[in-house]
């Protein structure tokens, strides 16, 4: 009996220690990790476009894993309308268009960054510093540019008719990071590349920066359980993201930072209230949004009809 009693015990403590490590490591480590290995790929000498497609690709498959072994919300279940959308969204919406449209924009912003740095002549670019240090700066200049586009997504008319596809899934998983309506991943991409571009820093860490981006918008999504601990006083950590996908719009109108949270907490609008619990629910409240691919385009478009006047709320 007491070796019966033993086992239990030990297959318990086991447990609680693979989902603990889990809730602390997995926020921090799967960004640390695909950022290093992709580092290391790139040099070696490897592509840009290989090394981010491959890189995202497997770090998906690992987010995906970690979704089923230790899950946020255990309720939340994916049907295939959802799901059809939400690969469109990640292949054409954050694909082909954001790929497409950095082809193009990147040669007009590579001219303009090689007139500036004639007219001042001098590097503006830190390109002596170690490689850590460019990417933290390049960080804070990314995120400051992001972080009012994306406040003016939620401040404006014009910008929330856009961006409220990003909000209408009901549910936060892996692939909720890339639904997105084009023209917000059109505003949002000439947001994250002018800043580098335009100050002339070196294309290993744009490329780095881009693939740091990805793997940590699809964590910060993810359907997992993580407590991010301090790190969220200076990452947009899965907890403050939830806050931001709260179905109230007066909580979702907050931690609008897509990396870091620093501009949040110099503009004032970290929210991480401590006496109530992290959501579990998202969506907007009062909106019935189309669940098809096609729908979701033109949603810009049929705008007002997408809000759902309930007589319940009404009486």
């Known amino acids: 009996m007491r070796f019966i009693a033993l086992t239990k015990y030990t297959r318990a403590t ?41 890189m995202i ?11 089923h072994l230790h899950p946020y919300v255990g309720e939340w279940r994916l049907t295939p309308d959802k799901l059809r959308a939400d690969l469109l969204h990640t292949v054409f919406s954050n694909g082909a268009v954001q790929l497409g449209f950095e082809a193009l924009f990147l040669g007009g912003l590579v001219w303009v960054a090689d007139e500036i740095a004639g007219t001042v ?6 390109t002596t510093w170690p490689v850590i240090a460019q990417l933290a700066l390049g960080l804070v200049v990314i995120e400051l540019a992001t972080y009012w586009v994306h406040r003016t997504f939620h401040n404006t008319t014009a910008g929330w008719k856009i961006h409220s596809v990003h909000h209408s899934s009901d549910q ?8 997105n309506h084009p023209l917000a991943v059109v505003c949002m991409a000439a947001a994250e590349l002018s800043p580098l571009v335009l100050l002339g820093a070196p294309g290993e860490l744009i490329a780095l920066s881009a693939l740091f981006t ?3 918008g699809m964590i910060q999504h993810a359907n997992v359980e993580m407590r991010p601990g301090f790190l969220h006083w200076v990452m947009s950590a899965p907890d403050l993201h939830r806050w931001h996908h709260a179905r ?58 997408l809000f759902v006047e309930s007589e319940d709320q009404a009486a």
Not at 172 to 179: D, E, F, G, I
Not at 278 to 292: H, K, L
Request: glycine share 8%; charged share 15%.
């Open 248 to 305: 109230e719009v007066e909580d979702a109108n907050a931690n609008f930072g897509n990396n870091l949270i620093i501009w949040d907490l110099v503009f004032g609008t970290r929210f991480l209230p401590a006496d109530r619990p992290v959501p579990t629910t998202a969506g907007i409240e009062g909106m019935a949004f189309p669940e098809s691919y096609k729908a979701q385009l033109a949603a810009p478009w049929i705008f007002k009809s």
């Open 214 to 216: 990805a793997v940590h």
């Open 172 to 179: 936060l998983y892996l692939l909720a990071s890339a639904r």
């Open 121 to 126: 002549g001098l590097e503006l670019w830190p």
């Open 57 to 67: 690709g497997a770090t998906g498959l690992g987010i995906f894993a970690l979704e």
């Open 14 to 54: 086991e447990s609680r220690w693979w989902r603990r490590l889990i809730e602390v490591a997995a926020y921090p480590g799967v960004v640390v990790v695909a950022v290093a290995v992709g580092y290391l790929w790139l040099q070696a000498g490897t592509n840009p476009a290989l090394v981010l497609p491959v």
